[in-house]
């Protein structure tokens, strides 16, 4: 085990019993949220130190939003990129790369927008609301732009709308509340849970759908499902095991159990 020290609410049995569960799966799926994260520095949206406690989301996070006060959400998005650009991935992130390559299948289903387990170095990874780096053209969807987070962000904190070659107006390419996630995606990370021996639920409140009813439709097809997260959310009674900690101790020391 490499992470000896643990200091974890959650019990050995339970964790030897999901350590089990893995080690006999050939197929995983991992569901990951805000939490997953936390210990990156990147804040959560619904707890106490939560996004959403300091802006509302319908002011900011909304087609509507955008529409009325494009400046604003603007302004939002590139202090959240600066924010992110000073981040790493944490030992929860590196733990999941680690681990894709013991699986015949291994998909990471993420719905954090900080691209932080592409950078930890997973490769199976459906991002379900976007990519806060992504540029798109509000004219023309196949128009994007990528930026790098090493880069100078455009137009300082409070800069000018960025317009595409086209003239129009960009927006970042997240998902807002109200919008349709891209179908393709949608539908890979269904597929992708319904295959799966294993799902693990990371660091999500699991209250913004569809992808809080990931987990259940994973329960349906038979996969062993397991939350990790410090607090109880609504879809905890319905997991198989429950890990209460951070993931950046819990899935090392899961890691950990598994044989060499
Ligand atoms: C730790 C930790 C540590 C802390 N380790 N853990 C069905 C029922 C009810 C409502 C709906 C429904 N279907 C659709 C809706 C409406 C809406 C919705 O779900 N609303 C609910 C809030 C009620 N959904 C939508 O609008 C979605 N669209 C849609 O359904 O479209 C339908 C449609 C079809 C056809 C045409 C048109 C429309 C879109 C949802 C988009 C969500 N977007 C956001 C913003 C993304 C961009 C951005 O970041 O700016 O996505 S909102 C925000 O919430 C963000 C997150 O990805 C998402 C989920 O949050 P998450 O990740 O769970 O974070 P938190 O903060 O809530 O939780 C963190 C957790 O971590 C906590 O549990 C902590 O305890 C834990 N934690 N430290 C592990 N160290």
Do not use: K
Not at 65 to 72: I, K, L
Not at 169 to 193: H, I, K, S, Y
Not at 224 to 246: C, F, H, K, Q, W
């Amino acid at each position: 085990m490499n992470a000896a020290y643990c200091p974890m609410t959650t019990d050995e049995p339970t964790m030897q019993r999901v350590a089990r569960a893995l080690a006999l799966a050939r197929t995983v799926a991992v569901l990951t949220g805000a939490g997953m994260s936390a210990e990156s520095g990147v804040p959560t949206f619904r707890g106490t130190d939560g996004l959403w406690r300091t802006f509302r989301p319908e002011q900011l996070a909304t087609p509507e939003a955008f529409a009325r006060d494009p400046g604003t959400v603007w302004e939002w998005y590139r202090w959240r990129r600066s924010r992110m650009a000073a981040v790493a991935p944490n030992p929860g992130h590196l733990a999941l790369a680690r681990l894709e390559a013991r699986f015949s299948e291994f998909t990471v289903v993420t719905q954090n927008i900080d691209g932080l387990h592409a950078r930890a170095g997973s490769r199976e990874i459906i991002e379900l609301h976007g990519n806060i780096w992504r540029d798109r053209c509000t004219a023309n969807v196949n128009h994007l732009v990528v930026h790098r987070p090493d880069e100078p962000i455009a137009g300082g904190a409070s800069g000018a709308l960025p317009r595409c070659h086209c003239g129009a107006v960009m927006r970042p390419d997240v998902v807002w509340f109200g919008e349709a996630l891209d179908p393709v995606n949608t539908q890979r990370a269904c597929d992708a849970v319904r295959r799966a021996d294993v799902v693990l639920v990371v660091g999500t409140s699991s209250v913004v759908y569809p992808a809080a009813s990931l987990p259940g439709l994973a329960r349906q097809a038979g996969a062993y499902v397991v939350e990790i997260n410090p607090e109880e959310t609504p879809l905890s009674r319905e997991m198989d095991a429950v890990l209460r900690g951070p993931s950046g101790v819990v899935l090392p020391s899961i890691e950990g159990l598994l044989s060499p």
